[in-house]
């Protein structure tokens, strides 16, 4: 069998015009099959069908200068996998308890053998939750976009004057060039 992969991206960009670029984000995320998951000032978290998943990130990359990507694959098989055998081994065991409650005569039997089967019930219903939950989180891919407007370039503050003796003056104070 293939293996189960969820995959979860966060792309920090600098952009000029933050929420243009949430509303392109959102609609990037539309038009690609997926959804809206949250959006805030300046983020926006989208989910992607897994398989749009590379061309999210390359498009989403260049709505602005990418500051940061991260991107990461999670293999959940084995859970899968283990989760599967669980559920199928819990519905073996509440057939054969539903047989041996058809079968009890005495009333504290049949009822020990009912709250049996409504916990049997509960954790077969927890096991295919979470099954569905990862098979949506595989079907589905995340991606967070933080979004910083440029910073403007760093100047040097530091001015290294030509005659030391300006620097008794105060000089670079009075002209804001040193802290």
Do not use: C
């Not at 084995?78 to 005495?106: C, G």
């Not at 049949?110 to 096991?127: H, T």
């Not at 003796?165 to 009075?174: A, I, K, S």
């Amino acid at each position: 069998p293939s293996k189960l992969l969820i995959y979860t991206a966060n792309l920090t960009l600098a952009v000029f015009e933050v929420r243009k670029v949430l509303d392109d984000v959102e609609a990037l995320g539309n038009e690609l099959g997926g959804y809206l998951l949250q959006r805030g000032e300046r983020l926006v978290t989208v989910r992607i069908p897994a398989p749009r998943f590379k061309d999210a990130i390359d498009r989403i990359a260049k709505l602005g200068d990418v500051l940061r990507q991260d991107v990461q694959a999670q293999d959940v098989t084995d859970q899968m996998f283990d989760l599967e055998v669980r559920i199928k081994n819990a519905r073996a065991v509440r057939d054969r308890l539903e047989k041996l409650l058809a079968n009890a005569h005495a009333v504290k039997d049949a009822l020990e053998v009912e709250r049996e089967l409504a916990r049997l019930g509960e954790e077969i219903e927890r096991l295919e939750g979470q099954k569905k939950r990862l098979s949506e989180l595989v079907a589905f891919s995340t991606i967070t976009v933080p979004l910083q407007p440029p910073h403007p370039p760093q100047v040097g503050t530091k001015v290294v004057l030509p005659f030391p003796w300006l620097g008794t003056l105060g000089l670079p104070q009075l002209m804001r060039l040193e802290r």
